[in-house]
Protein backbone atom coordinates (compact mmCIF):
# COMPACT_ATOMS: atom_id res chain seq x y z
CA UNK A 1 0.00 0.00 0.00
CA UNK A 2 1.62 3.36 -0.88
CA UNK A 3 0.90 6.66 0.53
CA UNK A 4 -2.42 7.53 0.87
CA UNK A 5 -3.58 11.76 0.54
CA UNK A 6 -5.50 11.22 3.88
CA UNK A 7 -2.15 10.97 5.66
CA UNK A 8 -2.85 7.98 7.76
CA UNK A 9 -1.70 4.82 5.96
CA UNK A 10 1.86 4.78 4.95
CA UNK A 11 4.59 2.93 3.68
CA UNK A 12 3.67 -1.16 3.75
CA UNK A 13 0.42 -3.26 4.64
CA UNK A 14 1.84 -3.84 8.28
CA UNK A 15 2.49 -0.28 9.08
CA UNK A 16 -0.77 2.45 9.64
CA UNK A 17 -0.68 5.59 11.85
CA UNK A 18 -3.71 5.26 14.80
CA UNK A 19 -3.08 8.64 15.53
CA UNK A 20 -1.71 10.89 18.82
CA UNK A 21 -5.32 9.85 20.84
CA UNK A 22 -5.54 6.47 20.58
CA UNK A 23 -1.17 5.71 20.28
CA UNK A 24 -0.95 3.92 24.08
CA UNK A 25 2.76 3.94 24.44
CA UNK A 26 4.47 1.14 26.28
CA UNK A 27 8.45 0.33 26.52
CA UNK A 28 9.25 -3.10 25.61
CA UNK A 29 12.84 -2.41 26.42
CA UNK A 30 13.94 -4.25 23.02
CA UNK A 31 17.13 -2.49 21.72
CA UNK A 32 19.02 -5.10 20.17
CA UNK A 33 22.08 -4.03 21.65
CA UNK A 34 23.07 -1.30 24.79
CA UNK A 35 22.85 2.36 23.75
CA UNK A 36 24.02 5.29 26.37
CA UNK A 37 23.21 8.48 25.09
CA UNK A 38 23.53 10.57 22.40
CA UNK A 39 27.38 11.30 21.54
CA UNK A 40 27.97 13.70 19.34
CA UNK A 41 25.83 15.31 15.69
CA UNK A 42 28.68 15.96 12.83
CA UNK A 43 27.78 18.48 10.27
CA UNK A 44 29.41 18.44 6.78
CA UNK A 45 30.63 21.94 5.05
CA UNK A 46 32.99 23.79 2.71
CA UNK A 47 34.25 25.71 5.76
CA UNK A 48 34.25 24.29 9.40
CA UNK A 49 36.72 27.12 10.85
CA UNK A 50 33.43 29.87 10.14
CA UNK A 51 30.34 27.45 9.97
CA UNK A 52 31.57 26.03 13.53
CA UNK A 53 32.49 29.90 14.71
CA UNK A 54 28.62 30.66 13.99
CA UNK A 55 27.44 27.69 15.96
CA UNK A 56 29.78 28.65 19.46
CA UNK A 57 29.32 32.40 18.95
CA UNK A 58 24.79 31.50 18.21
CA UNK A 59 24.47 28.99 20.77
CA UNK A 60 27.14 29.44 23.40
CA UNK A 61 28.80 26.63 22.40
CA UNK A 62 32.55 27.19 23.10
CA UNK A 63 34.97 25.58 20.21
CA UNK A 64 36.98 23.10 22.22
CA UNK A 65 38.86 20.75 20.36
CA UNK A 66 40.11 20.29 17.19
CA UNK A 67 41.76 18.31 14.46
CA UNK A 68 43.16 19.56 11.01
CA UNK A 69 46.81 20.79 9.65
CA UNK A 70 47.95 22.01 12.74
CA UNK A 71 47.26 18.50 14.84
CA UNK A 72 49.10 16.49 11.54
CA UNK A 73 45.00 16.05 10.11
CA UNK A 74 45.43 16.54 6.27
CA UNK A 75 42.15 15.27 4.68
CA UNK A 76 39.72 17.20 6.69
CA UNK A 77 39.54 19.83 9.05
CA UNK A 78 37.02 19.21 11.75
CA UNK A 79 36.22 21.65 15.11
CA UNK A 80 34.14 20.67 18.28
CA UNK A 81 31.46 23.28 19.73
CA UNK A 82 30.58 21.80 22.98
CA UNK A 83 28.01 22.42 25.55
CA UNK A 84 27.37 20.20 28.65
CA UNK A 85 27.04 17.11 27.31
CA UNK A 86 26.58 18.61 23.93
CA UNK A 87 28.99 18.06 20.99
CA UNK A 88 28.61 19.48 17.78
CA UNK A 89 31.32 18.56 15.15
CA UNK A 90 32.39 20.50 12.00
CA UNK A 91 33.99 18.68 8.77
CA UNK A 92 35.27 20.12 6.20
CA UNK A 93 37.51 18.64 3.25
CA UNK A 94 41.12 19.70 2.44
CA UNK A 95 42.49 19.00 -1.24
CA UNK A 96 43.79 15.94 -1.92
CA UNK A 97 46.52 16.87 -3.40
CA UNK A 98 48.29 18.64 0.02
CA UNK A 99 48.53 14.91 1.39
CA UNK A 100 49.67 13.26 -1.64
CA UNK A 101 52.27 16.23 -2.07
CA UNK A 102 54.20 14.95 1.19
CA UNK A 103 53.75 10.83 -0.18
CA UNK A 104 50.78 9.94 2.43
CA UNK A 105 47.56 8.31 1.57
CA UNK A 106 44.88 10.79 2.61
CA UNK A 107 42.89 8.47 4.88
CA UNK A 108 46.01 7.63 7.09
CA UNK A 109 46.21 11.18 7.96
CA UNK A 110 42.18 11.59 8.85
CA UNK A 111 40.84 11.64 12.40
CA UNK A 112 37.63 10.28 11.38
CA UNK A 113 38.20 6.89 9.45
CA UNK A 114 35.44 7.22 7.58
CA UNK A 115 35.72 10.81 6.12
CA UNK A 116 35.86 10.39 2.44
CA UNK A 117 36.68 13.55 0.04
CA UNK A 118 34.63 12.89 -2.43
CA UNK A 119 31.88 11.76 -0.58
CA UNK A 120 32.07 14.90 1.86
CA UNK A 121 32.35 17.32 -1.60
CA UNK A 122 29.44 15.35 -3.29
CA UNK A 123 27.23 16.18 0.37
CA UNK A 124 27.53 19.59 0.47
CA UNK A 125 26.96 20.36 -3.23
CA UNK A 126 23.49 18.55 -2.85
CA UNK A 127 22.36 19.21 0.65
CA UNK A 128 24.17 22.55 1.40
CA UNK A 129 25.13 22.89 5.16
CA UNK A 130 23.78 19.80 6.71
CA UNK A 131 23.99 16.94 9.11
CA UNK A 132 26.68 14.02 7.83
CA UNK A 133 26.27 11.74 10.90
CA UNK A 134 24.26 11.41 14.57
CA UNK A 135 26.25 9.50 16.68
CA UNK A 136 25.48 7.71 20.12
CA UNK A 137 27.40 5.78 22.77
CA UNK A 138 27.31 2.37 23.11
CA UNK A 139 28.71 -0.54 24.80
CA UNK A 140 30.43 -1.70 21.92
CA UNK A 141 30.32 -0.42 18.03
CA UNK A 142 31.61 -3.45 17.05
CA UNK A 143 29.21 -5.22 18.55
CA UNK A 144 26.48 -2.79 17.91
CA UNK A 145 27.14 -2.42 14.01
CA UNK A 146 27.49 -6.66 13.84
CA UNK A 147 24.36 -6.85 14.62
CA UNK A 148 22.71 -3.68 13.00
CA UNK A 149 24.30 -5.17 9.74
CA UNK A 150 22.61 -8.97 10.58
CA UNK A 151 19.31 -7.02 11.09
CA UNK A 152 19.02 -5.61 8.03
CA UNK A 153 21.28 -2.18 8.19
CA UNK A 154 22.90 -0.88 4.95
CA UNK A 155 26.85 -1.06 6.32
CA UNK A 156 28.42 2.29 5.67
CA UNK A 157 32.04 2.60 7.87
CA UNK A 158 33.30 -0.97 9.25
CA UNK A 159 34.11 -0.63 12.99
CA UNK A 160 37.81 0.91 13.45
CA UNK A 161 39.40 1.20 17.02
CA UNK A 162 41.76 4.31 17.13
CA UNK A 163 44.59 4.19 18.96
CA UNK A 164 43.62 1.56 21.09
CA UNK A 165 41.18 3.72 23.13
CA UNK A 166 37.88 4.62 21.46
CA UNK A 167 36.15 2.27 18.48
CA UNK A 168 33.68 4.03 15.61
CA UNK A 169 31.72 2.34 12.95
CA UNK A 170 28.76 3.45 10.91
CA UNK A 171 25.31 2.55 9.56
CA UNK A 172 23.02 4.33 7.14
CA UNK A 173 20.02 6.04 8.79
CA UNK A 174 17.84 7.83 6.21
CA UNK A 175 18.95 9.90 2.95
CA UNK A 176 22.90 10.45 3.06
CA UNK A 177 22.69 10.38 7.14
CA UNK A 178 24.57 8.12 9.32
CA UNK A 179 24.30 6.46 12.23
CA UNK A 180 27.60 6.51 14.05
CA UNK A 181 28.54 3.94 17.22
CA UNK A 182 31.10 5.56 19.29
CA UNK A 183 32.07 3.18 22.20
CA UNK A 184 35.36 3.43 24.32
CA UNK A 185 37.54 0.53 26.13
CA UNK A 186 38.23 1.84 29.00
CA UNK A 187 34.99 2.85 31.43
CA UNK A 188 34.40 6.93 31.93
CA UNK A 189 35.48 6.90 35.34
CA UNK A 190 38.79 6.19 33.87
CA UNK A 191 38.71 8.56 31.28
CA UNK A 192 40.85 11.65 31.37
CA UNK A 193 38.18 14.76 31.12
CA UNK A 194 40.63 17.14 30.68
CA UNK A 195 41.82 16.34 27.36
CA UNK A 196 39.22 15.80 24.39
CA UNK A 197 41.34 12.55 22.77
CA UNK A 198 39.92 11.05 25.71
CA UNK A 199 36.44 12.27 26.31
CA UNK A 200 36.14 12.83 22.45
CA UNK A 201 38.18 11.15 20.31
CA UNK A 202 41.85 9.93 20.12
CA UNK A 203 43.32 12.20 17.71
CA UNK A 204 41.55 15.69 18.46
CA UNK A 205 43.26 18.27 20.69
CA UNK A 206 42.23 21.06 22.72
CA UNK A 207 40.96 24.24 20.86
CA UNK A 208 43.45 27.65 22.08
CA UNK A 209 41.50 30.30 23.91
CA UNK A 210 41.82 32.74 21.43
CA UNK A 211 39.92 30.67 18.44
CA UNK A 212 36.78 30.21 20.97
CA UNK A 213 33.92 32.43 22.26
CA UNK A 214 33.88 31.19 25.53
CA UNK A 215 29.98 31.86 26.80
CA UNK A 216 27.74 29.33 27.65
CA UNK A 217 24.14 30.30 27.00
CA UNK A 218 22.65 26.58 29.69
CA UNK A 219 22.13 24.30 26.58
CA UNK A 220 23.31 20.89 28.24
CA UNK A 221 22.13 18.55 25.78
CA UNK A 222 20.82 17.05 22.45
CA UNK A 223 17.27 16.07 23.30
CA UNK A 224 16.04 14.79 19.67
CA UNK A 225 17.28 14.48 16.40
CA UNK A 226 14.21 14.69 13.72
CA UNK A 227 14.73 13.03 10.16
CA UNK A 228 12.38 13.71 7.12
CA UNK A 229 11.75 11.54 4.61
CA UNK A 230 10.03 10.69 1.62
CA UNK A 231 7.68 7.82 2.94
CA UNK A 232 7.75 6.84 6.94
CA UNK A 233 6.58 3.38 7.01
CA UNK A 234 9.75 2.04 5.40
CA UNK A 235 12.07 4.40 7.17
CA UNK A 236 10.42 3.58 10.68
CA UNK A 237 10.58 -0.38 9.61
CA UNK A 238 14.16 -0.02 8.53
CA UNK A 239 15.65 1.64 11.79
CA UNK A 240 13.51 -0.23 14.14
CA UNK A 241 14.43 -3.38 12.82
CA UNK A 242 18.36 -2.95 13.42
CA UNK A 243 18.33 -0.91 16.20
CA UNK A 244 15.28 -2.29 18.38
CA UNK A 245 14.03 0.62 18.92
CA UNK A 246 10.13 1.32 19.99
CA UNK A 247 7.55 3.52 18.95
CA UNK A 248 7.88 6.27 21.61
CA UNK A 249 4.81 8.72 20.04
CA UNK A 250 2.96 9.48 17.09
CA UNK A 251 1.46 12.04 14.91
CA UNK A 252 -0.68 12.71 11.93
CA UNK A 253 -2.19 15.55 9.79
CA UNK A 254 -5.06 15.32 12.02
CA UNK A 255 -3.51 15.90 15.21
CA UNK A 256 -0.54 18.35 14.10
CA UNK A 257 -1.92 19.97 10.52
CA UNK A 258 -3.13 23.54 9.71
CA UNK A 259 -6.10 23.72 7.27
CA UNK A 260 -3.00 24.23 4.63
CA UNK A 261 -1.11 22.11 5.37
CA UNK A 262 0.67 19.05 7.74
CA UNK A 263 2.85 15.94 7.88
CA UNK A 264 2.96 12.65 9.66
CA UNK A 265 5.46 11.47 11.92
CA UNK A 266 6.47 8.48 14.42
CA UNK A 267 9.03 8.94 17.33
CA UNK A 268 12.01 5.90 18.09
CA UNK A 269 13.40 5.65 21.04
CA UNK A 270 16.05 3.64 22.94
CA UNK A 271 15.11 1.48 26.06
CA UNK A 272 15.75 4.52 28.57
CA UNK A 273 14.04 7.22 26.13
CA UNK A 274 16.51 9.73 26.02
CA UNK A 275 18.02 8.76 22.52
CA UNK A 276 14.82 9.65 20.50
CA UNK A 277 14.73 9.83 16.81
CA UNK A 278 10.91 11.40 15.35
CA UNK A 279 10.98 11.14 11.82
CA UNK A 280 8.40 13.04 9.44
CA UNK A 281 6.97 12.41 6.26
CA UNK A 282 4.85 15.14 3.66
CA UNK A 283 1.06 14.69 3.12
CA UNK A 284 -0.70 15.29 0.38
CA UNK A 285 -4.17 16.66 -0.67
CA UNK A 286 -3.48 19.47 1.44
CA UNK A 287 -4.08 23.56 -0.08
CA UNK A 288 -0.31 24.09 -0.01
CA UNK A 289 2.45 21.61 -0.37
CA UNK A 290 3.48 20.63 2.94
CA UNK A 291 7.03 22.11 4.52
CA UNK A 292 8.04 18.86 4.29
CA UNK A 293 7.74 18.08 0.92
CA UNK A 294 9.88 21.52 0.74
CA UNK A 295 12.34 20.49 2.66
CA UNK A 296 13.10 16.75 0.26
CA UNK A 297 13.10 18.92 -2.77
CA UNK A 298 15.65 21.70 -1.16
CA UNK A 299 17.74 18.88 1.07
CA UNK A 300 17.68 17.08 -2.34
CA UNK A 301 16.27 14.10 -0.48
CA UNK A 302 15.57 12.73 2.94
CA UNK A 303 18.17 14.20 5.74
CA UNK A 304 18.10 15.42 9.41
CA UNK A 305 15.81 18.35 9.62
CA UNK A 306 15.98 19.97 12.86
CA UNK A 307 17.66 19.19 16.42
CA UNK A 308 16.17 19.86 19.36
CA UNK A 309 18.47 21.30 22.15
CA UNK A 310 17.93 21.11 25.64
CA UNK A 311 18.60 24.13 28.35
CA UNK A 312 18.55 23.88 31.30
CA UNK A 313 17.30 27.71 31.98
CA UNK A 314 15.36 28.43 28.54
CA UNK A 315 14.96 32.12 29.17
CA UNK A 316 18.64 32.85 30.07
CA UNK A 317 19.35 30.90 26.51
CA UNK A 318 16.56 32.80 24.42
CA UNK A 319 17.75 36.16 25.69
CA UNK A 320 21.44 35.53 24.96
CA UNK A 321 20.35 34.08 21.32
CA UNK A 322 18.49 36.85 20.04
CA UNK A 323 21.04 39.38 21.54
CA UNK A 324 22.93 37.76 18.52
CA UNK A 325 20.14 37.34 15.90
CA UNK A 326 20.90 39.82 13.97
CA UNK A 327 24.83 40.22 14.64
CA UNK A 328 25.89 36.40 13.56
CA UNK A 329 23.67 34.36 15.71
CA UNK A 330 20.52 32.63 14.58
CA UNK A 331 17.16 34.24 14.07
CA UNK A 332 14.03 33.12 15.32
CA UNK A 333 10.15 32.14 13.25
CA UNK A 334 7.84 35.24 14.20
CA UNK A 335 6.26 34.85 17.68
CA UNK A 336 2.41 33.40 17.73
CA UNK A 337 -0.20 35.75 18.43
CA UNK A 338 -1.04 37.85 22.19
CA UNK A 339 -4.34 35.43 22.31
CA UNK A 340 -1.86 32.85 22.46
CA UNK A 341 -0.22 34.21 25.82
CA UNK A 342 -3.65 35.61 27.27
CA UNK A 343 -5.05 31.79 26.94
CA UNK A 344 -1.24 30.89 28.36
CA UNK A 345 -2.22 31.29 31.79
CA UNK A 346 -5.80 29.28 32.14
CA UNK A 347 -3.13 25.99 30.10
CA UNK A 348 0.03 26.20 31.89
CA UNK A 349 -0.65 28.32 35.01
CA UNK A 350 0.41 26.20 38.13
CA UNK A 351 3.48 25.63 36.58
CA UNK A 352 4.39 28.94 35.00
CA UNK A 353 4.15 32.06 37.46
CA UNK A 354 2.61 35.00 35.52
CA UNK A 355 6.69 36.82 35.18
CA UNK A 356 7.68 33.46 33.76
CA UNK A 357 4.36 33.84 30.98
CA UNK A 358 4.99 37.48 30.15
CA UNK A 359 8.58 36.17 29.61
CA UNK A 360 7.62 33.57 27.47
CA UNK A 361 5.50 36.02 25.62
CA UNK A 362 9.04 38.75 24.99
CA UNK A 363 10.83 35.98 23.96
CA UNK A 364 8.35 34.06 21.72
CA UNK A 365 8.68 30.93 23.71
CA UNK A 366 6.12 28.11 23.15
CA UNK A 367 4.30 26.13 26.17
CA UNK A 368 2.79 22.66 25.65
CA UNK A 369 1.86 20.03 27.77
CA UNK A 370 1.33 16.23 28.11
CA UNK A 371 0.11 14.33 30.82
CA UNK A 372 3.09 14.00 32.52
CA UNK A 373 5.01 17.31 32.22
CA UNK A 374 5.58 20.44 30.24
CA UNK A 375 7.51 21.57 27.49
CA UNK A 376 8.83 25.02 26.57
CA UNK A 377 10.43 25.47 23.18
CA UNK A 378 10.94 27.88 20.25
CA UNK A 379 12.48 27.04 16.48
CA UNK A 380 15.00 29.22 14.74
CA UNK A 381 14.85 30.17 11.28
CA UNK A 382 16.67 27.46 8.58
CA UNK A 383 20.18 27.70 9.67
CA UNK A 384 21.42 28.05 6.26
CA UNK A 385 20.56 29.06 2.59
CA UNK A 386 17.93 26.55 1.86
CA UNK A 387 15.22 25.99 4.16
CA UNK A 388 15.82 23.12 5.57
CA UNK A 389 17.94 22.37 8.43
CA UNK A 390 16.72 24.20 11.63
CA UNK A 391 17.25 24.31 15.43
CA UNK A 392 14.59 23.99 17.94
CA UNK A 393 15.28 25.47 21.93
CA UNK A 394 13.60 23.67 24.41
CA UNK A 395 13.29 22.81 28.22
CA UNK A 396 11.01 20.15 29.73
CA UNK A 397 9.67 20.43 33.64
CA UNK A 398 8.24 17.84 35.49
CA UNK A 399 8.99 13.83 35.50
CA UNK A 400 11.66 14.03 37.85
CA UNK A 401 12.76 10.43 38.98
CA UNK A 402 15.16 8.34 40.97
CA UNK A 403 17.65 6.10 39.30
CA UNK A 404 19.28 2.94 41.39
CA UNK A 405 22.01 5.08 43.16
CA UNK A 406 19.76 7.38 44.39
CA UNK A 407 20.26 10.50 41.69
CA UNK A 408 17.36 12.87 40.55
CA UNK A 409 16.68 12.54 36.76
CA UNK A 410 14.21 13.55 34.24
CA UNK A 411 12.59 11.01 32.42
CA UNK A 412 12.59 11.32 28.47
CA UNK A 413 10.52 13.07 26.40
CA UNK A 414 8.58 14.49 29.42
CA UNK A 415 6.12 17.07 28.13
CA UNK A 416 5.54 15.50 24.75
CA UNK A 417 7.16 16.82 21.65
CA UNK A 418 5.00 20.37 21.13
CA UNK A 419 1.35 18.57 19.81
CA UNK A 420 -0.60 21.82 20.62
CA UNK A 421 1.89 24.05 18.89
CA UNK A 422 2.33 22.16 15.62
CA UNK A 423 -0.68 24.61 14.13
CA UNK A 424 1.42 27.50 15.25
CA UNK A 425 5.13 26.52 14.12
CA UNK A 426 3.05 25.23 10.79
CA UNK A 427 1.28 29.05 10.34
CA UNK A 428 4.93 30.14 10.89
CA UNK A 429 7.00 27.67 8.73
CA UNK A 430 4.03 28.51 5.76
CA UNK A 431 4.22 32.16 6.38
CA UNK A 432 8.17 32.03 6.20
CA UNK A 433 7.60 30.00 3.14
CA UNK A 434 5.57 32.47 1.27
CA UNK A 435 7.85 35.51 1.71
CA UNK A 436 10.55 33.17 -0.25
CA UNK A 437 7.55 32.41 -2.59
CA UNK A 438 6.56 35.99 -3.08
CA UNK A 439 9.24 37.28 -5.73
CA UNK A 440 9.05 34.46 -7.94
CA UNK A 441 5.55 34.34 -8.41
CA UNK A 442 5.78 38.40 -9.05
CA UNK A 443 8.66 37.82 -11.83
CA UNK A 444 6.62 35.21 -13.07
CA UNK A 445 3.63 37.30 -13.57
CA UNK A 446 5.54 40.38 -14.98
CA UNK A 447 7.06 37.20 -17.93
Known amino acids: MGKQNDGVATGSDDFKLVGFSNFVRSNPRSDRFPVRRFHHVEFWCTDATNVSRRFSWGLGMPVVAKSDLSTGNATHASYLCRSGDLCFLFTAPYSPSIAASEGLDPSSTASLPSFSYSDCVAFAAKHGLGVRAVAVEVEDADAAFRTSVAHGARPVSPPVVLDGRAAVAEVHLYGDVVLRYVSYKTPASDRDN ?37 ELGAAISYVKQFTGFHEFAEFTKDDIGTDESGLNSVVLANNDEMVLLPMNEPVFGTKRKSQIQTYLEHNEGAGVQ ?123 IEEYEKTLESRRVGESASA
Request: aromatic share 10%; proline share 7%; with cysteine.
Open 194 to 230: STPDSWFLPRFEPMGEISSFPQDFGIRRLDHAVGNVP
Open 306 to 428: HLALMSEDIFRTLREMRKRSSVGGFEFMPSPPPTYYRNLKGRAGDVLTDEQIKECEELGILVDRDDQGTLLQIFTKPVGDRPTIFIEIIQRVGCMLTDDVGKLYQKGGCGGFGKGNFSELFKS
